[in-house]
């Protein structure tokens, strides 16, 4: 698990000297992500920087990564989970491996396979790739978008990056906020796509390889999609002895490490399904963390993860967290994020990598089981209400038809680039929905808009971001491709029933976990902003954001006052005056002070200015 930076420069060489510290540059505001090791290599035109978290091959894994002959190059973020597979095929063809690192497999497969040896490795990646010879530089990322990868075209480069953060220290400009991605944030409390907050800067998108010329010329392709899956006609008997085989495979795969790893336990299904798992295929006990909420109304999953952790007799470590704990967390959160994003599980995520960062490298977590396994609650509106909403707001079905802001508040508070901007909102969810198959189903549709927007943009941000940021890689097996096509493909009786979503899932998790934990009602991960948005922290808040010059930019100033005081006065508009305090944290961040790093606690006020 890595940060990676690089360039690639018109056929005119830069200086290379100036060329090592634009790449030095970037490979700073990437130490986090490594903080173990840090390499970087020019050859003409192409620069690439990687800063390393040494998990497999820890002595011998430096990077960049050569072939002998020094034609071909690589940096990688990431794990091949199938790289001792991978090592057996590809030393059978004759490749001659010097390192026992899981990235080198990207190399070998590369000279063995070229443009095809994407589709032999198994893992979640995000990785550069420059063929000397050829003379082109390859990115690409994983199938499902684990690993983030994004990069800017200027005039006489072509600059890539882990994160944005050091991208924004190679543009020749002031960066500039693109209005269609801020209301998508607003909205949808992400953006996806393409098009990233920050105009000109793209994101590599899931499944997706870009090769450049020494032209600077690009060209995109897929390797894989969602949309490729076909549905099947199985019994659950049938399904569930292939999926048997299928996750053992996978957990086994996702357990090799040369270092200790653990588990974050949330009360939920998931988690505790991979908690069984890890407790089937090892001996030691394992490590476990969860994290609740004191003095709140709102209940967590302590109780339950505790009630886990004690039934496979994990080391556990619940956190509970107080409201100055969680709120003094958000300035490095909104750091570590990145991208804008407003999902509020960042905040205690980011306090459980943290403490888990202290003693281990690596953590498993259950990301994805309920987009790929058809968990959520939304999945399963009846077709009447589906109906109703697809007339009022047509193009997906019913699916993801409503912002998050109340309409009394963004008709009054938006200003005028942001109300030019509102077709944004449902563009990602109108596309992904009108591209599936026609044979599909609607909960196929459903899974498929979530897989494709909120999934890599939202969720997996979260996943990536706020555990990198503590040098703490996070492991995903609901996510592996293989599970992925698996649990896409199964019919929909399998995947909902009278009882719920995840109807397939918890029936075969039956054999491993109690089924009053398996059929307890879904509360998912909630964090009671809603409860602690009031006093004298609304008061302060209220006074800054009314005076800041990028809200006063974006939003009407006399509407941000009522909000204000309705929220005072027991009015519930926590979500809209959350978004607007993390959109003013995170503008003066990345648009005022790039490259400012708060610390992993911080009063948030003092980082409005």
Known sequence: MCGIAGLITRQTTPEPTRQREMLAKMAGLLCHRGPDDEGIHIDGQVGLAHTRLSIIDIDGGHQPLFSADKNL????????????????????????????????????????????????????????????????????????????????????????????????S?????????????????????????ETIIKGVHRLLPGEALAIDANLKLRHWHYWSALDIKPSEID??????????????????????????????????????????????????????????????????????????????????????????????????????????????????????????????????????????????????????????????????????????????????????LKAAKTAVRAPYINAWQATPKGWTDIQRSQYTDLSTALPDNLLVKAD???????????????????????????????????????????WAEQFLPADHLYRKKRGFHVPVREWLYGPFLDKLANKLTHNTAIKTWFRAESVKQILEQQRTGHNASLEIWGMMQFAIWHRLFIEQPGTRPTEQEDPLDWIS
């Open 170 to 194: 190679q543009l020749p400009h002031t960066p500039e906020i693109n209005p269609e991605a801020f209301i998508q944030y607003l909205q949808s409390q992400f953006n996806t796509g393409r």
């Open 465 to 507: 971001r706020m555990l990198m940021a503590h040098g703490l890689e996070g492991r995903v097996p609901f996510l592996d491709h293989r599970v992925v096509e698996f649990g896409m493909s199964l019919p929909d009786q399998l995947k909902v029933d009278s009882r719920g979503g995840k109807a397939f899932l918890k029936r």
């Open 236 to 417: 659950f008997h049938e399904a569930s002895m292939q999926f048997d085989t299928l996750f053992e495979t996978v957990m086994r795969e996702h357990m090799r490490s040369d270092v200790p790893y653990g588990l974050f336990l949330s009360g939920g299904v998931d988690s505790a399904i991979l908690l069984a798992m890890l407790d089937r295929l090892q001996d030691r006990p394992i490590r476990s963390f969860s994290v609740g909420f004191s003095d709140v109304k709102m209940a967590d999953e302590l109780d339950d993860a505790k009630r886990m952790a004690k039934h496979f007799n994990t080391q556990h470590t619940p956190l509970t967290l107080s409201r100055e704990a969680v709120f003094n967390t958000l300035p490095h959160t909104v750091w570590a994020a990145d991208d804008l994003m407003r999902d509020y599980a960042s905040l205690p995520t980011s306090v459980l990598a943290q403490h888990a960062a202290r003693e281990l490298k690596v953590v498993f977590s259950g990301e994805g089981g309920d987009e790929v396994f058809a968990g959520y609650g939304r999945y399963r509106k009846a077709r009447p209400e589906r109906w109703l909403r697809n007339l009022i707001m047509p193009g997906s079905g019913g699916f993801r038809t409503r912002g998050h802001w109340q309409h009394r508040w963004s008709s009054r508070l938006f200003g005028a680039e």
């Open 73 to 168: 190059s690589l940096i990688a973020n990431g794990e091949i989970y199938n790289y001792i597979e991978l090592q057996q095929a590809l030393s059978a063809q004759g490749r001659q491996f010097t390192t026992n690192s899981d990235s080198e497999t990207i190399l070998q497969a590369y000279a063995s396979y070229g443009r095809d040896f994407l589709q032999h490795l198994h893992g979640m990646f995000a990785f550069a790739l420059h063929d000397k010879q050829k003379q082109r530089l390859i990115l690409a990322r994983d199938r499902l978008g684990i690993k983030p990868l994004f990069y800017t075209v200027l005039p006489d480069r072509v600059v890539f990056a882990s994160e944005i953060k050091a991208l924004l």
